[in-house]
């Protein structure tokens, strides 16, 4: 892709469609940095995410989550995998928006549920129930973005090709 496209790229999107193995190939396939801001998160927590959850809460996490957010997207030439309910906080979609072109990637529900494990701390309690309404709930945030790729039966190669190829069109006024 030309030299012209300098914003970021940042994936969102419900768990388990891929958004971090997506992200690692499309940078890898760019040039550019990976930044997964769950890998952040847990790094700067010193906890993992189901840690961060037991301990602390979901708010605190949202508010690493917030911060973290912050920090990595006013980079440039990044390709950041951000966590499934980051979009929804409204400051979070602003500074995604400002700062990069958001590619939510989407997936069938079943295979949610067969690529997804049992630590999610959102989903526990019921897997396949939870993962319908929390999709449901989420729907118009992940909307928000400037392009929807579905994942369903795609390797992350495929998907980051298509990623790229839209992002190309784009670039070429032709979307
Ligand atoms: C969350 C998704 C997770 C992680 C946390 C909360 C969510 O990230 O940020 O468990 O609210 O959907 P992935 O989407 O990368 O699994």
């Given at each position: ?36 801001t769950d890998?952040r998160i847990v790094?700067q927590a010193?906890l993992?995410i189901?840690?961060i959850f037991?301990k602390f809460g979901e708010t605190y996490f949202r508010e690493i989550e917030k911060k973290v957010i912050k920090e ?10 951000t966590g499934?309910g980051a979009?929804i906080d409204i400051e979070n979609?602003?500074i ?80």
């Amino acid at each position: 892709m030309s030299s012209k496209f300098s914003k970021n790229i940042i994936l969102t999107g419900f768990m388990g469609t891929g958004k971090s193995s997506t992200g690692k190939v499309l940078a890898s396939k760019m040039g550019w940095e990976f930044i997964d801001t769950d890998q952040r998160i847990v790094e700067q927590a010193g906890l993992s995410i189901p840690e961060i959850f037991d301990k602390f809460g979901e708010t605190y996490f949202r508010e690493i989550e917030k911060k973290v957010i912050k920090e990595v997207a006013s980079g440039s030439h990044l390709v950041i995998a951000t966590g499934g309910g980051a979009i929804i906080d409204i400051e979070n979609y602003e500074i995604m928006k400002r700062n990069g072109i958001i590619i939510c990637l989407t997936a069938e529900e079943d295979e949610i549920a067969k690529r997804v494990d049992d630590s999610r701390p959102l989903l526990k309690g019921g897997r396949s129930g939870r993962i319908r309404a929390l999709m449901r709930e989420r729907d118009t945030y992940y909307r928000r973005a400037d392009f929807t790729v579905d994942t369903t039966g795609k390797s992350p190669y495929v998907v980051a090709e298509e990623i790229i190829d839209l992002l190309s069109l784009r670039e070429d006024g032709k979307i």
